[in-house]
Every structure is written in structure tokens, then in C-alpha cells.
């Protein structure tokens, strides 16, 4: 008669226990999808992105080229020369019997062959039309004084400078306005060579 309830126990154990199995496994299939004829399961998860490689050296693109400004020519130097940044001197000057009208001009004398703008605004006083002649003419030929340590006895200082300025003369000399300037140039040159040699200006 205690055989029975064990027997009928050891039954609904074995029932419950399939029970649950079977539970497991519908959750597994839902859960990993598609299930093949051999019992084995395929996923059905989407695959990850795998990003490009960066692209190597070789394989990128040029530099866009690289625009190249010709050397300016003095005559376009002479058209674009602009105020340099000094101030005229006080009060107004005055120079073999007349007043000056450019005074910066003769500020920026002093500085021509030693900086860029001071000459640029030089050689754009020594072209502008509306300064007496006579002004231009000494702009010009005070070359070989204005900005020397000493115009009657040059020292060895002064001759990179010297000679920068007789290379410009030589340089702006065919594009001269007008004959007052070219005769200029041909007196400060010969003075300024004549520096080189030892000689004092006439």
C-alpha cells in the first residue's frame, strides 16, 4: 500500500520536469531564432559594423597648389609703394632756400637700403609729380649723406649700405619720370662710388 503515493510522486516529478524542458527550450529557440534541420541554431542578431580603414598616405588626396607672387619689379614697387610708419620731424623743414613738402620723404632718405618700408615710401616720393623738382632732385641725390655714420669718411659699416644703394640707383634708373631724376641718379651714383673708393663727394 506505501508503494503507490511513491510511485505516483515519483510520476508527477518526472512530468513537472519534462514540463519545464520543454518551457526552456521554446525561451532558447525565441531567444536565438531560426533553428536548422540538424538542431543547430542560427542567429538572427544583426552583425556589427566594421568602419573603413583610414585612408594611408598613398591614398589621399593631393594639396590643393599653392599660388606663387612673382617677385615685384621696381617700377611695380614704385606703383604701390605706400606711407612707411614714421613721423615727419617738427616744426616744417627747410632745405637749400625752400620749405620741404614731403617731410617724411627726408626721414625715410635716411633709411633707404636698410628698411623695406622706408625705402618703399622713398621711391614713391621721388615719382609723385606733385613735389617740386628741386625736392625730388635732392631726395635722391642726399643718397650718398642722409644715413651714413659719417658721409666724408664712411666706415667699413657703412659700405653694405653703400652698396645696396648703388644697386638700387642702378635698378630705378631706366624707369626714371623725367630727366631731373635721371640726372639725380647719375650724381648720387657716381658719389656713392666714388665712397667705395675712398673718395669724399664733390
Given at each position: 500500500?506505501?508503494?503507490?503515493?511513491?510511485?505516483?510522486?515519483a510520476?508527477?516529478?518526472?512530468v513537472?520536469?519534462?514540463?519545464?524542458t520543454?518551457?526552456l527550450?521554446l525561451?532558447?529557440k525565441?531567444?536565438?531564432g531560426t533553428?536548422?534541420v540538424?538542431?543547430s541554431?542560427i542567429?538572427?542578431?544583426p552583425?556589427p559594423v566594421i568602419p573603413?580603414p583610414?585612408?594611408?598616405s598613398?591614398q589621399?588626396?593631393?594639396?590643393?597648389?599653392v599660388?606663387?607672387?612673382?617677385?615685384?619689379?621696381p617700377?611695380?614697387?614704385i606703383?604701390?609703394?605706400?606711407?612707411?610708419d614714421?613721423a615727419?620731424?617738427?616744426p616744417?623743414?627747410k632745405?637749400?632756400?625752400y620749405?620741404v613738402?614731403?617731410?617724411m620723404?627726408?626721414?625715410?632718405?635716411?633709411?633707404?637700403g636698410?628698411?623695406p618700408?622706408a625705402e618703399s615710401y622713398?621711391?614713391?616720393?621721388i615719382?609723385?609729380?606733385s613735389?617740386?623738382?628741386?625736392?625730388r632732385?635732392d631726395?635722391?641725390?642726399d643718397?650718398?649723406e642722409?644715413?651714413?655714420?659719417?658721409?666724408?669718411?664712411?666706415?667699413?659699416?657703412?659700405?653694405?649700405?653703400i652698396m645696396?644703394?648703388i644697386q638700387?640707383?642702378?635698378?630705378?634708373?631706366?624707369?626714371a619720370?623725367?630727366?631731373?631724376?635721371r640726372d639725380?641718379?647719375a650724381e648720387?651714383?657716381?658719389?656713392l662710388v666714388?665712397?667705395l673708393?675712398g673718395?669724399?663727394p664733390?
Amino acid at each position: 500500500m506505501k508503494s503507490k503515493p511513491v510511485i505516483l510522486i515519483a510520476t508527477l516529478t518526472a512530468v513537472v520536469g519534462c514540463g519545464i524542458t520543454i518551457v526552456l527550450t521554446l525561451n532558447f529557440k525565441d531567444r536565438i531564432g531560426t533553428e536548422a534541420v540538424d538542431g543547430s541554431a542560427i542567429s538572427a542578431a544583426p552583425l556589427p559594423v566594421i568602419p573603413a580603414p583610414p585612408e594611408t598616405s598613398a591614398q589621399q588626396k593631393d594639396p590643393p597648389p599653392v599660388a606663387v607672387t612673382p617677385a615685384a619689379t621696381p617700377e611695380a614697387t614704385i606703383k604701390e609703394a605706400k606711407p612707411a610708419d614714421i613721423a615727419p620731424p617738427e616744426p616744417p623743414l627747410k632745405i637749400n632756400g625752400y620749405e620741404v613738402q614731403d617731410p617724411m620723404a627726408r626721414v625715410a632718405l635716411s633709411f633707404v637700403g636698410s628698411d623695406p618700408q622706408a625705402e618703399s615710401y622713398w621711391m614713391g616720393a621721388i615719382n609723385d609729380s606733385s613735389l617740386p623738382a628741386e625736392e625730388r632732385k635732392d631726395l635722391i641725390e642726399d643718397l650718398n649723406e642722409d644715413g651714413l655714420s659719417d658721409p666724408h669718411h664712411p666706415t667699413a659699416q657703412d659700405m653694405p649700405l653703400i652698396m645696396r644703394r648703388i644697386q638700387l640707383i642702378e635698378q630705378l634708373v631706366p624707369y626714371a619720370m623725367d630727366s631731373v631724376n635721371r640726372d639725380a641718379f647719375a650724381e648720387a651714383h657716381k658719389d656713392l662710388v666714388g665712397l667705395l673708393n675712398g673718395q669724399e663727394p664733390q
